[in-house]
């Protein structure tokens, strides 16, 4: 089995490439989509989020996090061993696969690049990837900015991934390239 790691800085099109893979016929495991899963559904977490942060509520809780390095890295210590026990468990349960993906927006920053074959980083303009943000999520510019560079440098990413995918044009664009990249990667197997 090939397991290969999506990542790329917030609002790059992780989502879209990892929606064209799953349309493909891909297993894809969204590690944001399993941090908002232990969030709504694990009491250990919960009780641990009430003691540190007094809210259960995310987006107080991210508020916090964002400005406040201490209390991120506190958080991140205390979440990534349940984000890997999910992640191990994909993996288990999907281990007559090929190919499995998963997506992790921090994926060379907290380490998990280790457990991937290959890693795939999805590339967008700071300028686009600002104004994705501001609409997405309904953000002041000064708010998205914060958010954006609470994350690694992309530069850096570049020089540890794999594959490099850009993402400052159409979606259409994007999902040629996921389609590419497809094939380049039945050449490893």
């Known amino acids: 089995m090939l397991k290969i790691a999506i990542t790329g800085n917030i609002a790059s099109g992780k989502s ?7 349309t493909l016929g891909y297993k894809v495991l969204c590690l944001d989509e399993v941090t908002h899963f232990l969030y709504e559904n694990s009491s250990v977490l919960k009780e641990f989020l009430l003691k540190n942060f007094n809210t259960l509520e ?6 916090i996090v964002f400005n406040d390095g201490v209390r ?38 907290t380490g998990l690049d280790k457990y991937f ?6 590339t967008t303009d700071e300028k686009i990837r600002l104004e994705r943000l501001m609409k997405r999520n309904s953000l002041t510019e000064k ?17 540890q991934a794999d594959y490099v995918i850009e993402n400052s044009l159409d979606v259409l664009t994007l999902e040629s390239k996921a389609e590419e990249f497809i094939t380049s990667l039945n050449t490893l197997l």
Do not use: C, H, W
């Open 16 to 22: 879209l490439f990892e929606k064209r893979l799953k």
């Open 72 to 109: 991120k890295k506190k958080l991140e210590d205390f979440i990534y061993p349940l984000i890997l026990d999910e992640m191990n468990r994909f993996f288990a349960e999907n281990e007559g696969e090929k190919i499995l993906f998963v997506s992790a927006a921090l994926l060379f920053e």
């Open 117 to 122: 074959d290959k890693t795939v980083l999805i």
């Open 58 to 63: 995310r987006k107080k809780v991210a508020a």
């Open 143 to 159: 708010e998205a900015l914060v958010r954006i560079k609470s994350q690694g440098n992309e530069d850096t990413k570049i020089q």
